[in-house]
């Protein structure tokens, strides 16, 4: 089924940036055949709603699965279509996937092939750390540069620079990264920025190379701990995760294991948005509220009244929110990058002007355009927006470009007048599972259109 919207003036508009579901790049007509989102906006959000597990941590758990042969069990893992992709990875390598309820199960038994193919790198930024764990248990491995969301310039030459101090040769080739080493030997890595996947590679890596490794300045995201909790229930000996001095003793082998992934917080953070900006009154459960102090503060700050339970937020928002204090998105436990699109949106509905500055990812406004469609007021320079905040905003047909860039749309559909059209709605599956089901049922008006 498809649904095409009679929005006056509509018809003609090209998206620059428009994906079917293998992410290639589409006409804008042809978008119109294709998923949408449709929200009826204007009702305040009320109820309780459950957080999945975290995006960012089951990727690399999954990809840490190829170090030990055997069954593992990852449980509380999401079903989103970056875990399709990784499940395909993980087939790719040799190994087999199962889902049971909500648990994936892995079976790594057998020989780890070394070679990821493009097709499957190009679809997900997250695959850059099989090479680390590729690497550690193999001996060598092949890639090419991986994709993902579209955020800007994404190297990864502080992962390389760690690989080789381990004792990786790299290669470089028509697109493609080789390494080689047969045994990694564990030494200091002084990250020079505390990068996520710089410090999961390097992680991975040093599980199993001979000796000690000591990664300073390492990010200290609640992911990296989750991380580092797995590798040791699989035998390995990490500590100092979730500070910024990781030691790492390797060891010869690693054995398999069950383990409950954490929770999700950009997730949490999206519907305590969404609860936000729609003057609503919402109970986060399942969740860890420490994981998302940064984000509570700022809501806090906008005048929501807030109320935090062991794994619970409760949040109450005021008849109209005001624009908080400057925010910059920073490494954990500053303000996250992933959340900034999120806060962007909500700003749009603040009483007086907002500020965001955006450090890590310099193209994190796409929404910006779009969000602009909906009558927000935002201006744009360099890395810093300015949100004037509006009275309401209105609904129109918009395009998501990437994931949270797509939530942050959804949050302004379900605040917004009217009816909202959202396009590429795939992006949301990246990293949010039943999402239109989670807000019907805080009483959203949202249906998906096939
Ligand atoms: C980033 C976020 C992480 C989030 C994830 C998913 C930060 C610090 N990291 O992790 O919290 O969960 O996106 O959206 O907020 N960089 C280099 N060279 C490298 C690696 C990184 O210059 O080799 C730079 C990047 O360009 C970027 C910054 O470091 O400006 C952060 O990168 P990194 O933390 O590695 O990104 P992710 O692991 O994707």
Redesign the pocket.
């Known amino acids: 089924m498809f649904f095409l919207p009679a929005i006056a003036g509509e018809r003609n508009r090209i998206s620059k940036n428009a994906y079917n579901d293998n992410g290639e790049t589409v006409h804008y007509q042809e978008v119109r055949r294709l998923e949408q989102i449709v929200i009826n906006g204007g009702t305040p959000l009320q109820g309780s709603v459950r957080i999945h597990g975290a995006k960012?941590a089951v990727l690399p758990i999954l990809a840490a699965t190829v170090l030990a042969d055997g069954v593992h069990t990852v449980k509380n893992c999401p079903r989103l279509s970056d875990v399709s992709i990784t499940e395909e990875i993980l087939k790719s390598l040799g190994a087999k996937t199962v889902r049971r309820e909500d648990a994936l199960v892995v079976d790594a038994t057998g020989e780890t092939g070394s070679f990821i193919p493009e097709k499957l790198m190009r679809k997900l930024?997250s695959s850059v750390v099989f090479m680390g764990a590729v690497l550690a248990k193999t001996g060598r491995v092949k890639i090419s540069a991986p994709g993902g969301c579209e955020l800007g310039?994404?190297?990864?030459?502080?992962?390389l620079k760690a690989l080789s101090l381990l004792g990786a040769e790299i290669y470089e080739e028509h697109g493609y990264l080789e390494l080689y080493a047969k045994r990694l030997t564990g030494c200091h890595i002084h990250l020079d920025?505390?990068?996520?996947?710089?410090t999961e590679n390097v992680m991975l890596a040093g599980v199993l190379a001979e000796g000690e490794t000591v990664i300073t300045n390492a990010?200290r995201?609640p992911?990296i701990c989750d991380l580092a909790n797995f590798l040791n229930a699989c035998g390995a000996r990490v500590s100092g995760a979730g500070t910024s001095s990781i030691r790492i003793e390797g060891v010869r082998t690693l054995h398999p294991a069950s383990y409950t992934v954490m929770p999700d917080r950009i997730a949490a953070t999206t519907y305590l948005c969404a609860a936000a900006a729609t003057g609503g009154e919402v109970t986060v459960t399942h969740m860890e509220p420490e994981h998302i102090s940064a984000v509570l503060s700022v809501l806090s700050d906008c005048g929501c009244d807030i109320t935090c339970g062991k794994n619970t937020v409760h949040l109450k928002a005021p008849e109209k929110l005001s624009a908080c204090g400057a925010i910059r998105?920073m490494?954990?436990p500053g303000f996250?990058?992933?959340a900034q699109s999120l806060m962007l949106a909500t700003l749009c509905v603040a009483r007086g002007t907002g500020l965001i500055t955006e450090t890590?990812?310099e193209s994190r406004f796409k929404p910006v355009p779009e969000l602009s469609r909906m009558g927000a007021k935002i201006s744009v320079s360099d890395r810093v927006a300015v949100i004037r905040g509006v009275d309401a905003l209105w609904g129109a047909e918009v395009c998501a470009e990437d994931l949270r860039g797509g939530a942050a749309l959804v949050i302004a559909g379900l605040c917004a007048r009217g009816k909202t059209v959202i396009h590429n709605p795939c992006f949301l599956d990246r990293g949010y599972e039943a999402l239109e089901e989670n807000l019907a049922a805080l009483g959203a008006d949202i249906k998906r259109y096939r």
């Open positions: 960012n930024r310039p994404r190297p990864i030459d502080l992962h920025f505390p990068s996520v996947g710089a990010a995201e992911e998105t490494p954990y996250p990058t992933d890590i990812f």
